[in-house]
């Protein structure tokens, strides 16, 4: 495993410590004094969001996290020392949820927000601290009290500013290691050249841009969805690039309106609120076909479906195939 975006985690806080109940030697009066030191707060637990941290993979075998707990008080008014707290580092973008009441508790969207999720336990006192004008020796204490125990899911959304979508084999992966100018990137002719989500940066002068590239969608041609694992991500874009390849414009067996609807479908599955998006879709592998026959039927299609896509025509493995006016209209978008 190499990508993970949601796990559930036990988290306990350290308890108090303990007071102590102890009186000092008695002087030369015959007396004693309670010098029973009280004892130390439990550990807390925070959760801090970092821009470090890619996906939730170190906690994969980690069911369990523990607060230290306060020491005990001890004789000589003595005080336990705090139990010592603990920042627990995750993505930005994980949304901290309650397991058991499914409440939200918090949305960490932004680097170094910081939030306590499991308060220690208080310190116990010791008996020095019961001492009064009216009890002198007082023999009692208390015990530390329990630290917070919490079932936390962590569910995490990339943040990105562009997302990329579309069947597998659709060139998706060309196309993000074009744009991106990431040369580590396999790309080869089998189904799932990305498994998991990735994002990469689009660089200019006038602003970096996040794009996120989603694993492909696996489509039956009778317009059904079989897989399309993680494109609930593609929530925290503002534009969404549909890569298609161009060979669907010429199978018989599939319908192009009834494939778009298949694909609206399984966002609304996937919980992604498209109103506040645009969708550009990318006919893909031009280099295999004619421009103007390729152009012929997307302008045909589109008016027959009354389709109001902006669209493009490109080949991912060719820059020179419009590629450079897609990025260049890409930056338009966001300025």
Partial sequence: MKFLDNIIINIKAGNGGNGCLSFSKKNKFNKSKPDGGNGGDGGNIYICSSELKYCLLNFYNKKYIYGKNGLNGSRNSKSGKKGEDIIIYVPIG?????FETKEVIYNLYKKNIKILIAKGGKKGLG???????????PKIFTK????????????LMLISDIGIFGLINSGKSSLFKI???INNIKISNYKFTTIYPRIGVIKNNYKNLLLLDTPGIIFENKFKITKSKYLYHLN????LLHVINISILYDKYIKFDKYLHSILKEFKINNINLQDKVIWIIFNKLDLYNFDDVKYKIDKLFNIFKLKFN???????????NIDKLIKNIYNFFK
Avoid at 128 to 135: E, L, N
Avoid at 311 to 321: K, R
């Fill in 127 to 137: 008996n020095k601290s019961f001492k009064s004008s009216i009890k002198r020796s």
């Fill in 311 to 321: 669209y493009y025509i490109i080949s991912s493995i060719n820059y020179n195939l």
């Fill in 94 to 98: 994980t949304t901290l949820i309650n």
């Fill in 236 to 239: 925290s874009c503002k534009l």
């Fill in 179 to 181: 744009i991106t100018k």
């Fill in 144 to 155: 530390g009290k329990l630290g917070e125990y919490k079932i936390i899911q962590f569910k």
